[in-house]
């Protein structure tokens, strides 16, 4: 089993830290060439982006999914 195999395989198993990993990697890059505040508004755009596809793939208003955040459990 050769590098890339072996890179291939763990990835697979741990999609959770490669993302976090990248997501960490591509934050870093950010800081360095834009700064805390343009990075900051790059990453709430990039939320509120996640936010607004999440909701046309669940079928689900905008509106309904941010009360869904602030709503308490009541089981």
Same mark, same amino acid.
């Given at each position: 089993?050769? @590098? $890339?195999? %072996? /890179? #291939? ?7 959770? !830290?490669? #993302? *976090? #990993?990248?997501?960490?990697? &591509? /934050? *870093?890059?950010? @800081?360095?060439?834009? *700064?805390?505040? !343009? ?5 709430? $755009? &990039? &939320? #509120?982006?996640?936010?607004?596809? !999440? +909701?046309?793939?669940?079928? &689900? +208003?905008? /509106?309904?999914? /941010?009360? *869904?955040?602030?709503? %308490?459990?009541?089981?």
């Amino acid at each position: 089993m050769d @590098l $890339l195999d %072996r /890179i #291939a395989a763990w990835v697979s198993e741990n999609p959770g !830290k490669t #993302a *976090g #990993a990248a997501g960490g990697f &591509v /934050i *870093g890059i950010l @800081l360095f060439t834009l *700064g805390w505040w !343009k990075t900051l508004i790059v990453v709430i $755009l &990039v &939320v #509120a982006g996640f936010f607004i596809g !999440k +909701s046309r793939d669940d079928n &689900v +208003s905008i /509106i309904d999914q /941010i009360t *869904g955040l602030f709503r %308490r459990n009541r089981d």
